[in-house]
């Protein structure tokens, strides 16, 4: 497959989650070893109470980028989006949320990959640069039984 053309904003093929569970919305950067993300927070998001994204949204946010992540890579071989999961969450530090219509950049270095088994590094900034939140985090590709 031919890369696309970046950013991409019609990433819908490239991830498994699908409405209201998305949180990511636009590719902004891919490599072999990181992919970055951005997402507007907007008033129909599940995790959004009073006006701003809960914690729960910014780690699932960070997983979605991951997923993106292996998701135009799987493109790129021509093979659909596989399902993954969160196998664990460390180190993970919330520093703001973000707002109603705020727009987040999620950056991920991948730091190991085996198996379909993924380990990342991953910052949440909002637009002005401000670190929203980081963590390491672990994703797990899912096999047929």
Known sequence: MEKLQLPLQNIGHLIPQKW??????TLLQFSAEAVVSSFK???DNIFLEEGQLLEA??????AQTVALHT??????KGSEAPTGY????????????????????????IL????????VAVEVVNAL????ANAEMKTVI???A
Not at 57 to 62: D, F, K, R, S, V
Not at 113 to 118: A, R
Request: aromatic share 10%; proline share 3%.
């Open 129 to 132: 640069g401000e670190k929203l």
């Open 142 to 144: 899912a096999t047929d």
């Open 86 to 109: 969160i196998g664990a969450v460390k180190k993970a530090e919330v520093y703001a949320l973000p707002c109603l219509n705020d727009i987040i950049t999620t950056k991920v270095n």
């Open 112 to 119: 190991h990959e085996f198996n379909g088994v993924t380990m």
């Open 57 to 62: 949204g910014l780690i699932e946010n960070m």
């Open 41 to 43: 927070v907007l008033e």
């Open 71 to 76: 998701g135009y890579d799987y493109f790129l």
């Open 20 to 25: 209201p569970f998305v949180m990511v919305d």
